[in-house]
Each structure stands twice: as structure tokens, then as C-alpha cells.
């Protein structure tokens, strides 16, 4: 199985967007609804984000949200702020009980 | 407070066997399922295994990666997931976090500890 495709870097200065990509194939992004979302700041435990694509749990603000269409999936921070400054990974269900991580994105805030 | 601590980590040599553990807290421990996920120093997330709850079976699945080599277990008794690693290669270097299940979405992980460290070298 390999890694979701994301892009090494993506950065937006405070206040403004920016969009993750995560593409897969259809055995795994494509093929299901669970895509999930992870924020991991440096030393730090992975966070949980986003789950079934596009739903924010408990506690995450809601300038966090997700999509997919087809093999790729989607992240998007609207009003960047400092502490948005991570690392940030997807995560798809492949089927029978297995899962596959993207190779992780660093946002950068200018 | 929900909470998931791994211990167990440290330096072994290569073929060398070890295990780690994961203590939860905070929660009922048997109504979840468990995974493990390892990263690298400096890489990105690997996901190594998934164990169901008792209630499904506690069946076990793992990457193809450590397959035969890596096992994952629980003791319901002690709120303690277990993975046990045997011949151990260079590339298993990493951090190893277990994580659990969401209730809502089983194939998201909610609650991550804070990874215990494994080096594998002579």
C-alpha cells in the first residue's frame, strides 16, 4: 500500500486559506468515505481533526473543514492563524481493516 | 481525563525482540479498538496495526510491512494494549504511538498517547 499523495509544504499568511490535497487511489480515498485529518505539531502526538471526509469532532474550530472528490481529498484552514503552524497528515481506510497516511504537509504561516 | 500513555520503548539491537505497551485511562477500555502508528525520525505517519475490541473478537490486522513480525494484543484486565516486536530491523526505528478507535467513526482514531521511541541499532 503507498502513501496518500500530499504536498510537502503549503503556506498563507493570517487570516487567509489554505488547501491541503491528498490523493490516493480508488482502493483506498476514492473507494471510501473515511478520509481522516491529522495535526501534528513538533514532538507532539498526531491530533484528530477530521473524520468521514468532511466532519469536524468535538472541539475542532470550524475554520477546519474537509472534502473529496474522486481519489482526492481535501483541506482547507480559512482564517489562518499562528497556531495553525503544523504538520498535517491524511489518513484513509483501505479496506479489511487496514490504512494508509499521507506523506504529511507542513503549513507554514507567514 | 481520556488518556493513553505508552512505555516500553528504547534502544535494541537488530533481530533483537521488544514490547511496548499502552495504558488507557478515562475510558472503558474494552468497548474500543486499538491501533498503532510509528513515525520515523523526521518522516511521516505509518500505521503498523489495528486490534477490534473483545466484543468483535479482538481480531488483529497489520501492515504488510511488519506482518509476522509485529503483534498486537489486550489485556482488558489492566487496560493495557501490547505490541510486541520481534526480529527487528534498523527501519523499524521510530516513534510508535497507539491510538484508539472513534466511537462515532471507527476508522478515525480520536485519542493518541504521546509515543514511546524505538531504536533498533548495533
Known amino acids: 500500500q503507498s502513501a496518500l499523495t500530499q504536498p510537502r509544504s503549503v503556506s498563507g499568511s493570517p487570516g487567509q486559506s489554505v488547501t491541503i490535497s491528498c490523493t490516493g487511489t480508488?482502493?483506498?480515498?476514492?473507494?471510501?468515505?473515511?478520509v481522516s485529518w491529522y495535526q501534528q505539531h513538533p514532538g507532539k502526538a498526531p491530533k484528530f481533526m477530521i473524520y468521514?471526509?468532511?466532519k469536524r469532532p468535538s472541539g475542532v474550530p470550524d475554520r477546519f473543514s474537509g472534502s473529496k472528490s474522486g481519489n482526492t481529498a481535501s483541506l482547507t484552514i480559512s482564517g489562518l492563524q499562528a497556531e495553525d503552524e503544523a504538520d498535517y497528515y491524511c489518513?484513509?481506510?483501505?479496506?479489511?481493516?487496514?490504512?494508509?497516511f499521507g506523506g504529511g504537509t507542513k503549513v507554514t504561516v507567514l | 481525563e481520556v488518556q493513553l500513555v505508552e512505555s516500553g520503548g528504547g534502544l535494541v539491537q537488530p533481530g533483537r525482540s521488544l514490547r511496548l505497551s499502552c495504558t488507557a485511562s478515562?475510558?472503558?477500555?474494552?468497548?474500543?479498538?486499538m491501533a498503532w502508528v510509528r513515525q520515523a525520525p523526521g518522516k511521516g505517519l505509518e500505521w503498523v496495526g489495528f486490534?477490534?475490541?473483545?466484543?468483535?473478537?479482538?481480531?488483529?490486522y497489520y501492515a504488510a510491512s511488519v506482518k509476522g513480525r509485529l503483534t498486537i494484543s489486550r489485556d482488558e484486565s489492566k487496560n493495557i494494549a501490547y505490541l510486541q516486536m520481534s526480529g527487528l530491523k534498523t527501519e523499524d526505528t521510530a516513534t510508535y504511538f497507539c491510538?484508539?478507535?472513534?466511537?462515532?467513526?471507527?476508522?478515525?482514531?480520536?485519542?493518541w498517547g504521546q509515543g514511546t521511541m524505538v531504536t533498533v541499532s548495533s
Open positions: 489518513c484513509s481506510y483501505a479496506g479489511s481493516f487496514t490504512w494508509v
Open positions: 478515562g475510558f472503558t477500555f474494552g468497548d474500543y479498538a
Open positions: 480508488s482502493s483506498d480515498v476514492g473507494g471510501y468515505k473515511y
Open positions: 491510538a484508539r478507535a472513534y466511537v462515532t467513526s471507527w476508522p478515525a482514531f480520536d485519542i
Open positions: 486490534m477490534r475490541s473483545k466484543t468483535y473478537g479482538g481480531t488483529t
Open positions: 468521514d471526509v468532511s
